[in-house]
């Protein structure tokens, strides 16, 4: 018995349903790459400002072209060197015919400097023998070096090229937390001459923290003011804490130069009320730091908070106090709460400039108070070791990265978690 012609072309498309599924699909496929094309220069631009700069720190971490650039034979050989005992002959003369061309061409200075990143007054050693160079007219090479200079026949010094051949080391990575890669591969603790960048991450993170701390304890009443009173003298308080961002941060710290020093407005002011018998001592240590720090930072950390506080009824701790609960109950089961979202994103804010801050330490703080920026900076533009300034750039980097899931930990959904 047949089936009726209806029930027969059930589940079966026809040419139009399948026309009609492609052209479906046709428009789905347009319109995915019409959103992509008006993302898309949000992505370059995300590319070019935000991961170009951090390729370009991994790269120039692990990247070690000098000496292999300037001495390529001498980094061929010593490559194949095992290290265990002095080189041969063959190394020697190599490295006398490189410094001799590496001298008359003014090249070698730049290898010379990698070399010195190794052992201190390397660079001088190799300098001297380029000037000397000229005495050594043939073999035997290897006496004839050392005889220029007995380091020459130092096996420390040979293993310092070896470090250096490149074209890509993890030298720089490792002395960013205190280790160094032994002759032999192995990897343990550096000299403790060098041994000094992990001691600066702890400044770093101890500095950055009390300024938290600080900015906090300010910064959280003075939001809570602004955000409760009246609406003129609301404008007025957030004109006040807005101020300091009319003014550069260089202006703002050495204004604080000024009235910290030992005859500035804050000690004349303290001797003239009679608070003091003596000036203190407010500038060039970690005092003054603090001071300028929370100073310029305290407005990252008002101003979110006042954006959620702003938008809390005050209604909601009058009901808690109807229903018998006392201020401190009310304040930290009502309140407080409903601004953790603002105070996580201004204490995140805080405290992830803190870890950057370069010249308030550099102008105000002792050579006990510099944080890791100032080894980024003098590497960058005093010894122009870009290697050392970008792992150490790296090692700030993680170590913010680090916070992340602190942050999200602490502030989620905008409710505080206890226990």
Known sequence: MNAPAGIAGEGKAGPADRSLETKLRRAERRRSLNAFLLVAPLLLFIVVV???????????????????????????????????????????????????TGYSNRTVAAAAMRLNYEISGFRSMVMRTGRKISRIEGPPYKEALIGLDKRWGDITYWRAIKASAGPYTTRYLLAAVDLQRRWDGSIGAAPPERTIYIDYLKRTFWISFWVLAFCIAIGYPMAFLIATSEKRWSRFLLVLVLLPFWTSLLVRTAAWVVLLQNKGIVNDSLLYVDFIDEPLTLIFNRTGVYIAMVHILLPFLVLPLYAVMRNIPASQM??????????????????????????????????????????????????????????????????????????????????????????????????????
Request: glycine share 10%; hydrophobic share 50%; proline share 7%.
């Open 50 to 100: 935000f991961a170009g700069p951090i390729l370009s720190l991994l790269y120039f971490s692990v990247d070690d072209p000098k000496l292999a650039e300037v001495m390529p034979l001498t980094a061929e050989t010593v490559a194949e060197w095992d290290g265990a005992e002095l080189p041969g002959e063959e190394a020697f003369a190599t490295v006398v015919e490189e410094i001799r």
């Open 318 to 419: 009058r009901a808690a106090a109807s229903l018998g609960a006392k201020p401190p109950a009310a304040f930290l089961s009502v309140y407080l709460p409903q601004t953790l979202p603002g105070l996580g994103a201004g204490c995140i804010l805080v405290f992830i400039l803190s870890l950057g801050f370069y010249i308030t330490p550099a102008l105000i703080g002792g050579a006990s108070d510099q944080m890791l920026s100032y080894l980024i900076a003098e590497f960058a533009t005093r010894t122009g070791n870009w290697g050392m300034a970008s792992a150490i750039a790296i090692l700030l980097l993680l170590s913010v990265a680090a916070l992340y899931p602190i942050y999200r930990g602490l502030v989620r959904g905008g409710s505080l978690r206890l226990g």
